[in-house]
């Protein structure tokens, strides 16, 4: 497994949002234990040095992920600047990674905000640009930025 540079233990603020994630999803959950259910991810966001919670809300076509419900209403109540994002798994399942929809999303948009993430050394808090190696920019004025070869070889 590959761990970021920026790869941190986390600091008070990040722990209690785990927390706020844990129990978001513990009392929002609509599954049994060992059971499938449409909401089984929670998700806490700070920005502006306040927090915002969402849940998932599965479906076969792709609904949307508990960190972009979260990251829709941190908006939507007025945050502007994204400083720490986690998601956590019902029934006991702990802190998740995000997916690969996510992590595009947070390097397109909060490059800089940092994400709680399961690592073999346990939680650490990284960079949310350094969970896609690789990666491609996208945004509204430019559209995707080319891709830049630092080695010729490749």
Same mark, same amino acid.
């Given at each position: 497994? *590959?761990?970021p540079?920026?790869?941190?233990? !986390?600091? #008070?603020? /990040?722990? /209690?949002l785990?927390? !706020?994630?844990?129990?978001?999803?513990d /009392?929002? $959950?609509?599954?049994?234990? =060992?059971?499938?259910?449409? *909401?089984?991810?929670?998700?806490?966001?700070?920005?502006?040095?306040r927090?915002f919670?969402?849940?998932?809300l @599965?479906h &076969? $076509?792709?609904?949307?992920?508990?960190?972009?419900v979260?990251?829709g209403?941190?908006r939507a109540?007025?945050?502007?600047?994204?400083?720490?994002?986690v998601?956590?798994?019902?029934?006991g399942r702990?802190? $998740?990674?995000?997916? =690969?929809r996510?992590?595009?999303? &947070?390097a397109d @948009?909060y490059?800089?905000?940092?994400?709680?993430?399961?690592?073999? #050394? =346990?939680?650490?808090?990284v960079?949310?640009?350094?969970?896609?190696?690789? &990666?491609?920019?996208?945004?509204? /004025?430019a559209g995707?930025?080319? &891709?830049?070869?630092n080695?010729p070889?490749?």
């Amino acid at each position: 497994m *590959h761990v970021p540079p920026s790869a941190r233990p !986390l600091n #008070d603020d /990040e722990r /209690e949002l785990v927390e !706020l994630a844990r129990r978001t999803i513990d /009392e929002n $959950t609509d599954a049994e234990p =060992g059971g499938d259910g449409v *909401h089984t991810m929670g998700a806490a966001v700070r920005a502006d040095s306040r927090t915002f919670t969402g849940v998932n809300l @599965y479906h &076969f $076509t792709g609904g949307p992920c508990a960190e972009l419900v979260a990251i829709g209403s941190a908006r939507a109540q007025g945050a502007r600047q994204l400083e720490c994002i986690v998601a956590v798994g019902n029934d006991g399942r702990g802190v $998740t990674g995000p997916c =690969g929809r996510d992590r595009q999303v &947070f390097a397109d @948009y909060y490059p800089a905000m940092r994400v709680v993430v399961p690592t073999p #050394d =346990g939680l650490r808090s990284v960079l949310a640009v350094e969970l896609l190696p690789l &990666f491609q920019r996208w945004t509204l /004025e430019a559209g995707t930025t080319p &891709f830049e070869r630092n080695n010729p070889e490749l």
